[in-house]
């Protein structure tokens, strides 16, 4: 283990108690996100610089343009995706530096993370590698293409904020499976997708913001 694990100590897991307080605080209820969120150790997938604010319930840049998702939001979504069933096969779109995707091993099946900035996806492998998480597979994909090779998902989670719907993610959603996602440009909702054995159906919550769904790999 590199020096940066080894710093898990007593300190740290009082700050992310302290933080998985204050997702309590602010609404999430399901005692399983709550505690998969406690465990893992949100300071190994940000900058050293900024490791001290790695329990502010607050997203943080990763270069590239990109952040860190906010841990509220990552544990609220996570929390609609599991509302009354379990989490099974699960795809992540934009996994970013891996820190959703550490989460989300806690409580699914099998993980399946695509990233399409290749230094971004070599972090995440790193990070994840120290975490020795066994049920989580990272590419290097363009997620609006979903990645038919392992669907159908019992889950899909989107990091990014498309225009609309992908429609290539609601056909890898397995009947039963639920699609959580942020849709909108300027101004962003939280859609949750069901498909059922008749269609699909749709629910719009949370107003959002995350950066956007581009297409293509770099
Ligand atoms: N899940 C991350 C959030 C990262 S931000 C976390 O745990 O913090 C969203 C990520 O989506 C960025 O890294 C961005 O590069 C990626 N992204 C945007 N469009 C994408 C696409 N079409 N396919 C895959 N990843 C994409």
């Not at 900024?50 to 502010?56: G, K």
């Not at 379990?86 to 820190?99: D, K, M, Q, S």
């Not at 909702?189 to 269609?199: A, C, D, H, P, Y």
Request: one cysteine or more; a positive charge.
């Amino acid at each position: 283990m590199n020096n940066r694990v080894q710093g898990i100590g007593m300190t740290s897991q009082r700050t992310r108690a302290r933080m998985v307080e204050r997702l309590r605080e602010k609404g999430i209820r399901d005692e399983r996100v709550l505690a998969a969120m406690g465990v893992v150790p949100r300071h190994l997938f940000v900058e050293e610089a900024l490791a001290s604010r790695a329990y502010e319930d607050t997203a943080l840049p990763l270069g590239f343009q990109q952040t860190i998702s906010q841990p509220f939001v990552v544990a609220r979504m996570i929390e609609l995706a599991r509302a009354g069933r379990e989490l099974g096969r699960t795809l992540e779109v934009g996994a970013g530096c891996g820190y959703q995707a550490a989460v989300l091993a806690q409580l699914a099946q099998e993980v399946y993370a695509v990233e399409r900035i290749a230094p971004l996806l070599a972090r995440a492998r790193s990070n994840l590698r120290h975490l020795r998480l066994p049920n989580v597979r990272l590419k290097h994909a363009d997620g609006n293409l979903g990645l038919p090779e392992a669907a159908p998902f019992d889950t899909i989670i989107v990091a990014a904020a498309a225009p609309q719907v992908p429609q290539v993610l609601m056909g890898q959603l397995a009947v039963g499976g639920r699609m959580v996602l942020p849709v909108g440009q300027a101004e962003q909702m939280l859609w949750v997708i069901e498909r059922t054995s008749q269609g699909y159906s749709e629910a719009r919550l949370d107003a959002v913001r995350f950066v956007p769904l581009v297409s293509g790999v770099e």
